[in-house]
Each structure stands twice: as structure tokens, then as C-alpha cells.
């Protein structure tokens, strides 16, 4: 049925639908489509197992650009409570994160599963709670923010904001991801650094360690991506990260950026109450090759 009904509304509609952008949402996925200098450009966005809504993949005319395993985009923690002997994994493609409430707003109303027209833009509020695994304590809580705007609709941009309920030792947290696909960004521009990986081989090294707000990823077939983050303030200009963003070679086909909040420098103490706040930005270029 969702097929038959989104090839009834593109087939017979397609003069009302020119200008616009298209939602398709289940239960479990949901699908935003938006005509962008005679291409479509499709972000997508995924349930896990464990409940919370994540960003998916970026796509052009059907080809993913990012990598669509369904990993970190938004954020994550390898943290313990103070009184805690091991830290585990919170929030992104790891779990141990509960949804607490999802609204999906089409160009300011909240709408259900379905397929809807989006004139203006698209919002995803969400708002989760982090709970360590080991006790089940919740340690922290987020509040979330998606938006894609017709305007720019290559462009997605997301902030977060995370307090942290209890004194927390934090030995790595990332507030910036992207995993993309080789084809479109074995190579990158990262402050004065510019690299690349090889294609089909996984080295798992990681490269340029910057104190960046922003990075370009391209590859050898007509697309690439921009990522980057508001501010150093993100980050705390990396004073509890050793080196500064990086790029991962972490598989055969694909790699990942990361603009770490802490990073290899031991753990990092952080108390009750404690806000940490970011956004950043997600962009889908044309390359020249």
C-alpha cells in the first residue's frame, strides 16, 4: 500500500508536489524526498531496536551518499558514574538510551505515520533519557532537534541538549559524526590538511586531528558532504581531546568523521547538573571530478 500510494501521489500530482518535499512515515522509518537543481535529495531517519529515532542516511536519485548501516550521527558517550568501576557506551548506535517523547512536525503541525506534502520544512523534536546499563540508573537526559528546510535542502541541521543527572567520569564523547560512503568521501579537507583513504581496504588508522569546526569529504563520483559543528565551544576546543577531529578509516567501503568532546586524555569529570550543548550541520555538495 505505501508503494501504490506514493506512485498515486508522484504520478498524479506531480505539478502540485514540484516545488515541494515529500514525507513518507512509518512506525519505524521515515523518509523526507525534496526536489533539489533537478535532483532528489533524500534524508532518512530509522527507529533502533531499543526505541530512539536516529538519523539514517543521506541519499541522491536513490544513491547513498553516507554509509546506511545505521551508526552514530547525533552523539554518544563511553561514561560511568563516579562510584562505577566500567564505563559502557550511551546514546547513538549503542543503546542503553530510552525514548521519553517524538514529534514529527511538517511545516509547524505535528503529523502521525503517513505521506504528507512538506511546503516549508521539516522538525523532529526528540527527548531521551541515557541510562547506564549496570544499574539502570538514568544519568542524564537529552532533548533533541532536527530540522531540513526547503530552502536548503541539502542541508540538515541538528542540536542537542544534554544534562547530566549525576557526577559523571566520561572517557570519550563525540557530539559530531559522519559516516560516509568511500565514493563520496575517501578524500578530506580538514583545516590546512588535506588526505585520503583507499578504496576497498580497511586500515582502521585515523587521520587529521585538527582543531576544526568543520570538514569536507569528497570522493572520485560527484558528490560529497560538508560536517561541522557551531563552535570550539562544542567541543571546549578540544582541551580534553587528544588531537582534534579526526577521520576514521574503519571499513572496506566506508569512513567516518568524529569532533570529539573528550578523547584519550584519561577521564573526564563531569558533576550533576552540568549542561552540554552543541550543534552541527550536515551538507550534501556537487563535486567537480
Not at 6 to 19: E, G, H, N, R, T
Request: charged share 20%; hydrophobic share 40%.
Amino acid at each position: 500500500m505505501w508503494v501504490l500510494s506514493l506512485i498515486i501521489i508522484l504520478v498524479f500530482s506531480s505539478s502540485a508536489y514540484a516545488d515541494a518535499g515529500l514525507l513518507q512515515k512509518t512506525t519505524k522509518n521515515a523518509v523526507f524526498h525534496i526536489p533539489w537543481e533537478g535532483n532528489t535529495i533524500s534524508w532518512e531517519f530509522n527507529k533502533k531496536d531499543w526505541g530512539t529515532w536516529n538519523i539514517l542516511t543521506v541519499s541522491v536519485n536513490k544513491k547513498y551518499i553516507s554509509s546506511p548501516t545505521g551508526t552514530d550521527w547525533e552523539y554518544v558517550y563511553l561514561a560511568k558514574p563516579k562510584e562505577a568501576v566500567t564505563a559502557d557506551w550511551l546514546g547513538g548506535n549503542h543503546g542503553n538510551e530510552v525514548l521519553k517523547t517524538l514529534e514529527f512536525i511538517v511545516d509547524g503541525q505535528v503529523v502521525k505515520d503517513g505521506l504528507y506534502k512538506v511546503e516549508s520544512n521539516l522538525v523532529i523534536k526528540e527527548t531521551t533519557d541515557l541510562v547506564y546499563p549496570v544499574t539502570k540508573e538514568i544519568v542524564g537526559s537529552v532533548v533533541r532537534h532536527y530540522e531540513v528546510n526547503l530552502e536548503n535542502p541539502n542541508r540538515l541541521d541538528f542540536s542537542q541538549k544534554t544534562i547530566w543527572h549525576t557526577d559523571m567520569d566520561i572517557d570519550r564523547a563525540y557530539i559530531c559524526m559522519l559516516p560516509i560512503d568511500k565514493r563520496y568521501g575517501r578524500h578530506f579537507e580538514m583545516g590546512n590538511i588535506k588526505d585520503s583513504f583507499a578504496n576497498n581496504v580497511k586500515t582502521g588508522n585515523s587521520k587529521g586531528w585538527q582543531h576544526v569546526t568543520e570538514t569536507f569529504l569528497y570522493g572520485d563520483n560527484s558528490w560529497g558532504m560538508i560536517a561541522g559543528i557551531d563552535s570550539l565551544d562544542s567541543v571546549d576546543q578540544y582541551q580534553y581531546s587528544k588531537g582534534g577531529a579526526f577521520v576514521w578509516d574503519l571499513a572496506s567501503d566506508h569512513v567516518k568523521l568524529y569532533y570529539p568532546r573528550a578523547y584519550e586524555m584519561g577521564w573526564r569529570s563531569v558533576l550533576a547538573d552540568t549542561i552540554w550543548q552543541s550543534a552541527s550541520y550536515f551538507i550534501v555538495v556537487p563535486v567537480n571530478n
